[in-house]
């Protein structure tokens, strides 16, 4: 929790909750109530905190879960079967946006994956052309990864894709 690692990175600094205070231009309370748990800090009262601290916070993307993807149909390689949970479009629409956002924005993409995500939203594009106008089509990220011209791959893929997806879509 931030708050715990506050305190811990300020112990470890050796300041006091006064210090911390002044250094960051915050109100000792607002120390005070930000260590104890009973605070809700702002970005930027967070930053000036950092800052003193010399913590450097980035924002990543999580990663992706793809057991829940291959539950979900997308024509991907899991390492476990999950079991005793509901298959909806809803679902099936937030792995996608996830899986995309993680594709596009790091380093290593696989390209098995980027091709099974593609071949699934052509399969939803072909065959449920009401979830894709309704959901797909809304969101640039999956239009993106939507191709206009389809390899062998993708069409076998896509054939595995619409063999998961019709048992609930």
């Not at 539950?71 to 949970?85: D, N, Y």
């Not at 106008?133 to 069409?155: A, D, M, Q, V, Y």
């Amino acid at each position: 929790m931030v708050s715990d690692r506050i305190k811990f990175y300020r112990q470890l600094m050796g300041y006091t909750q006064m210090e911390l205070a002044y250094l960051s231009t915050i109100s000792l309370p607002s120390i005070q109530n930000i260590e104890s748990k009973k605070a809700n800090p702002s970005l930027d009262t967070l930053e000036r905190i950092f800052n003193i601290l010399n913590i450097d916070v980035q924002l990543a993307i999580k990663p992706v879960d793809w057991n829940m993807l291959s539950a979900l149909g997308i024509p991907v390689t899991a390492t476990v079967r999950l079991k005793h949970f509901i298959l909806t479009s809803e679902k099936l629409i937030e792995f996608l946006k996830k899986a995309c956002l993680s594709l596009k924005y790091t380093k290593d993409v696989d390209d098995r994956k980027k091709e099974a995500i593609e071949a699934t939203l052509v399969a939803i594009r072909d065959h449920y052309p009401t979830l894709f106008f309704n959901k797909i089509k809304k969101s640039s990220l999956l239009l993106e990864f939507c191709p206009t011209t389809l390899t062998g791959r993708h069409i076998k893929l896509r054939r595995q894709a619409l063999s998961a997806l019709s048992g609930y879509l």
